[in-house]
């Protein structure tokens, strides 16, 4: 005869607690994710969570000419009509949208002291050069221009469309490092966002709207799986 509860306990994936998922040991060891595409097939990915948030808490900063990279969606969302003019960086000029193609780790991809603002999310571990990416978004923007900057801890690597060119996940120390090297350290802010909870359910594939909101707030140096960084120049 078949033990329910064992059943329940290390075969069934989630259980429903007040209209949330709740991660199982089953859940918890098995190989297989929930969602292989960051959670978006079953609603926002949880990394999304501490990045909106960032873009929230640096709303004002978003303002004037502003760049943001793959779409304006952030621009549009946090900057609102403080947005003066919007450009797009893409790497295919035929993107939709895309005002300006590059590589952004090459010189004269982006123009020089132009920008007020420039939003730069999730993309720095698909350019090998990181570093050099960094050089060219201080240089893009103006004096006194903020770089709201987030990048991935804890992962998993994308095997579609971006796989071949994913190249890196970020600490807090690394980030820092990076930005430091062109940036005034005094005018460098960088943090980590997550904790076990978080990353457990990232990895998985559950979304926001499965989890807990105030186990996401939590924090744990030791489990980032989002760091950001304001930098200004």
């Known amino acids: 005869m078949i033990d329910r509860k064992l059943l329940k306990r290390f075969v069934m994936p989630f259980r429903r607690v007040r209209g949330r998922v709740a991660m199982s040991m089953g859940r918890i060891r098995s190989d297989r994710p929930l969602c292989r595409h960051y959670g978006y ?18 709303r004002g900063d978003i303002r004037g000419h502003v760049l943001e990279i793959g779409d304006d969606r952030y621009s549009r969302r946090f900057g609102e009509a403080r947005v003066t003019k919007q450009d797009v960086l893409h790497l295919n000029s035929h993107s939709p949208g895309a005002t300006l193609s590059g590589d952004l780790s090459q010189s004269g991809v982006i123009p020089e002291a132009t920008f007020d603002c420039i939003i730069l999310t999730q993309t720095l571990q698909f350019i090998f050069d990181a570093a050099a990416a960094l050089e060219q978004i201080h240089s893009a923007l103006r004096p006194g221009g903020v770089a709201l900057i987030t990048v991935p801890g804890v992962t998993s690597i994308d095997r579609g469309e971006w796989g071949n ?18 940036f005034d350290p ?10 076990l909870y978080a ?22 140096q030791a489990y980032p799986v989002t760091v950001t960084a304001r930098a200004v120049r």
Do not use: C
Request: aromatic share 12%; charged share 25%; proline share 1%.
């Open 41 to 58: 097939s079953r609603g926002t990915p949880i990394d999304r969570f501490y990045i909106e948030r960032f873009l929230d808490a640096h």
């Open 165 to 182: 060119n994913w190249f890196w996940s970020f600490t807090d120390t690394a980030l820092q490092r990076l930005l430091t090297r062109t």
């Open 186 to 195: 005094k005018r460098v802010n960088v943090s980590t966002h997550g904790n």
């Open 199 to 220: 990353a457990t359910a990232f990895l998985h594939g559950a979304a926001i709207e499965e989890v807990s909101l105030a186990k996401l707030r939590k924090l744990d």
